[in-house]
């Protein structure tokens, strides 16, 4: 029984494959004439968000809010675990509401088509490069001046094993936002790791479905003045683990322990 699930979900992430290919060979020509001039480039969001939406249609995945608390007005940081890359393709269509960039692995560049749009749109980030690191931390608090909010995995990518555990955050994120000024806004994904596990996991969980997503209490402009870098960091993550925590997804007592 085993295999033939794992069969069905290769072929269910072959598919999601193919959705993810066509439909941005559909979308790509107009992001490249948005991204082409600076002052066009807030245009590509709405883009995007309509990307998210007939991703979410084609590969016949619902998200259901099952917490949710009202918004700050932007910029803000978006912070969330990290479990799935239906994470990154769900993100737009679930916060519309204000136009946002991701901080992401500077590897993605090595990506054909996608690097074209992600290094022109998004920040990418080179953690075994300090000069480069530095750089975007500078383009981030650009970017957050000019109006866009930020979205960080802090985990600093998919966990290669247990999932959907979570392992420690990084610090960035707390600086740049402790640096900005600006409120976090903690994501918990619950589902997204059986809805579409790493595709190099051959066999690993994959199909259509729900993917429940918590929205957490905005941690405001005050508690991220008030509250040390390691503090945010700590917080942040006990409230994302919480919903995992609550479902028997995390072990009870997990923490931020390593940075």
Not at 158 to 174: E, L, R, S
Request: positive net charge.
């Amino acid at each position: 029984m085993k295999t033939v699930k794992g069969i069905l979900g290769l072929c269910y992430k072959v598919y999601v494959g193919l959705v993810f290919i066509v439909t941005l060979l559909f979308f790509y020509p107009f992001l490249l004439l948005i991204l082409s001039r600076k002052s066009w480039r807030k245009y590509s969001f709405p883009i995007n968000v309509c990307w998210s939406f007939l991703f979410r249609i084609l590969t016949f995945v619902h998200t259901w809010k099952v917490e949710r608390h009202p918004l700050p007005e932007g910029p803000y940081m978006i912070v969330s675990n990290h479990s799935s890359y239906f994470d990154i393709f769900l993100m737009y269509s679930l916060l519309p509401q204000h136009r946002f960039l991701f901080m992401g692995k500077g590897e993605i560049l090595s990506y054909p088509l996608v690097k074209t749009f992600f290094k022109r749109l998004n920040i990418p980030v080179f953690r075994n490069d300090r000069i480069k690191a530095g750089k975007a931390f500078i383009h981030a608090r650009q970017e957050i001046a000019a109006g866009w909010s930020i979205v960080v995995f802090p985990e600093g990518g998919i966990p290669d094993d247990d999932t959907p555990q979570m392992i420690p955050f990084k610090i960035g994120a707390f600086k740049l936002a402790k640096s900005a000024k600006i409120p976090i806004v903690p994501v918990t994904f619950i589902d997204n790791y059986h809805l579409f596990s790493d595709p190099g996991h051959i066999l690993g969980p994959a199909r259509p479905g729900i993917s429940r997503v918590a929205m957490h209490p905005v941690i405001t402009v005050e508690e991220v003045n008030r509250l040390s870098e390691q503090e945010l960091s700590d917080l942040t993550y006990k409230l994302i683990a919480q919903p995992l925590i609550d479902r028997g997804l995390m072990r009870e007592g997990t923490v931020n322990s390593e940075q």
